[in-house]
């Protein structure tokens, strides 16, 4: 879901909410709106702070922080612009410009599945990308050969990662992750459901590769329970639905205090992209270095209309990096055609 925000000065401001957008729509148009109304973007943590506590008694999680996080991003853009900054300036600086996306994709296919994989994951290697995103969760047996396919069509010097969308208890995760050890897997997300922290630190203790999850954890106080728990080795906030880039930066720190690097969860239009992309520019190395580990973007790779189409100018890359918007606030421009033409 996209929405706007308008001020009295002519800027209007751009943002996205992850997850289903109708929910989303309603929350905003009869709860928040009428918050938003009046006040001034540059208080834009007040805002947060004030729709949060509206909300508390029958919000804390799911769509009505996405909702919120919609409405910090689209804040955010106006203060960008009203500042002719980039967001990423106005949020701590520039560590980086540029990002080394990771390909999300290799989902399910019907038939000839072993040729379609390897064909896809072919085709990610051969357009620059170093890390790919493998979806597991059908069970260990199968969930097996996915991965020996994909090592098979693009060697060692390919970074894999598997998601298996919180698909199994943390018994089986356990079985399957000894397993997977052997390939060299660069992490396995969520590998149980997000409720079940005690799961996580199970998996976590006794697989030995690193354990990502986050993108279905919300808020501050969310993290504070994943993180305080050190439940998982990579801490994968969503900006567009854990609380916004207000939120997210609060959530990074968490995650910077307690060690564990912040590698967040990105999808949806151009829209959630630019957000991510000046949160990640404005990421502190977790930890720190002299030789420090640059954090990866989600760079979702799946045919999507949408996404590919949504602003003026696509989401640039060069060389195999994602470069950061350099443009005042978020630094993308709506395609108001196509958002008419799939405007529901
Ligand atoms: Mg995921």
Same mark, same amino acid.
Not at 3 to 30: A, R, Y
Not at 305 to 317: L, M
């Given at each position: 879901?996209?929405?706007?925000?308008?001020?009295?000065?002519?800027?209007?401001?751009?943002?996205?909410?992850?997850?289903?957008?109708?929910?989303?729509?309603?929350?905003?148009?009869?709860?928040?709106?009428?918050?938003?109304?009046?006040?001034?973007?540059?208080?834009?943590?007040?805002?947060?702070?004030?729709?949060?506590?509206?909300?508390?008694?029958?919000?804390?999680?799911?769509?009505?922080?996405?909702?919120?996080?919609?409405?910090?991003?689209?804040?955010?853009?106006?203060?960008?612009?009203?500042?002719?900054?980039?967001?990423?300036?106005?949020?701590?600086?520039?560590?980086?410009?540029?990002?080394?996306?990771?390909?999300?994709?290799?989902?399910?296919?019907?038939?000839?599945?072993?040729?379609?994989?390897?064909?896809?994951?072919?085709?990610?290697?051969?357009?620059?990308?170093?890390?790919?995103?493998?979806?597991?969760?059908?069970? *260990?047996? =199968? !969930? @097996? &050969?996915?991965? +020996?396919?994909? /090592?098979? $069509? #693009?060697?060692?010097? %390919?970074?894999?990662?598997?998601?298996?969308?919180?698909?199994?208890?943390?018994?089986?995760?356990?079985?399957?992750?000894?397993?997977?050890?052997?390939?060299?897997?660069?992490?396995?997300?969520?590998?149980? *459901?997000? =409720? !079940? @922290? &005690?799961?996580? +630190?199970?998996? /976590?203790? $006794? #697989?030995?590769?690193? %354990?990502?999850?986050?993108?279905?954890?919300?808020?501050?106080?969310?993290?504070?329970?994943?993180?305080?728990?050190?439940?998982?080795?990579?801490?994968?906030?969503?900006?567009?639905?854990?609380?916004?880039?207000?939120?997210?930066?609060?959530?990074?720190?968490?995650?910077?205090?307690?060690?564990?690097?912040?590698?967040?969860?990105?999808?949806?239009?151009?829209?959630?992209?630019?957000?991510?992309?000046?949160?990640?520019?404005?990421?502190?190395?977790?930890?720190?270095?002299?030789?420090?580990?640059?954090?990866?973007?989600?760079?979702?790779?799946?045919?999507?209309?949408?996404?590919?189409?949504?602003?003026?100018?696509?989401?640039?890359?060069?060389?195999?990096?994602?470069?950061?918007?350099?443009?005042?606030?978020?630094?993308?421009?709506?395609?108001?055609?196509?958002?008419?033409?799939?405007?529901?």
């Amino acid at each position: 879901m996209l929405l706007e925000i308008h001020t009295d000065t002519g800027i209007i401001g751009i943002g996205e909410c992850n997850g289903p957008p109708q929910p989303s729509k309603t929350i905003i148009e009869s709860f928040f709106k009428p918050l938003v109304i009046g006040e001034d973007p540059l208080n834009v943590e007040k805002i947060w702070e004030k729709l949060y506590h509206h909300s508390r008694d029958y919000g804390q999680r799911g769509m009505p922080i996405a909702a919120i996080s919609g409405i910090d991003i689209a804040l955010w853009d106006i203060i960008g612009k009203a500042l002719n900054q980039p967001i990423y300036k106005l949020i701590g600086g520039g560590f980086r410009d540029k990002i080394r996306p990771y390909a999300t994709g290799l989902y399910y296919y019907k038939g000839n599945e072993k040729e379609k994989l390897q064909e896809e994951a072919k085709r990610y290697v051969r357009e620059g990308f170093k890390y790919l995103k493998l979806k597991i969760g059908k069970g *260990i047996q =199968e !969930d @097996i &050969e996915r991965v +020996k396919w994909i /090592k098979e $069509a #693009v060697g060692d010097k %390919i970074f894999v990662m598997v998601d298996a969308n919180h698909a199994y208890t943390a018994s089986t995760a356990i079985r399957l992750g000894r397993i997977l050890e052997e390939y060299d897997i660069y992490w396995f997300e969520e590998p149980v *459901i997000p =409720e !079940d @922290i &005690e799961g996580y +630190k199970e998996v /976590k203790a $006794a #697989v030995n590769i690193p %354990i990502a999850g986050g993108e279905t954890v919300f808020t501050r106080f969310g993290f504070k329970d994943l993180i305080s728990n050190r439940a998982v080795d990579i801490a994968q906030p969503c900006i567009s639905a854990a609380g916004g880039i207000t939120e997210c930066k609060k959530i990074a720190t968490i995650c910077n205090t307690w060690n564990i690097p912040c590698i967040p969860h990105i999808w949806g239009t151009n829209i959630a992209l630019a957000a991510a992309l000046h949160f990640l520019a404005a990421l502190p190395h977790t930890p720190p270095s002299i030789y420090p580990i640059e954090p990866l973007m989600e760079f979702d790779r799946t045919i999507h209309p949408i996404r590919e189409q949504s602003t003026k100018k696509p989401i640039k890359i060069d060389s195999g990096f994602v470069l950061v918007p350099q443009e005042p606030g978020l630094g993308v421009e709506l395609n108001r055609d196509i958002i008419s033409k799939y405007s529901v």
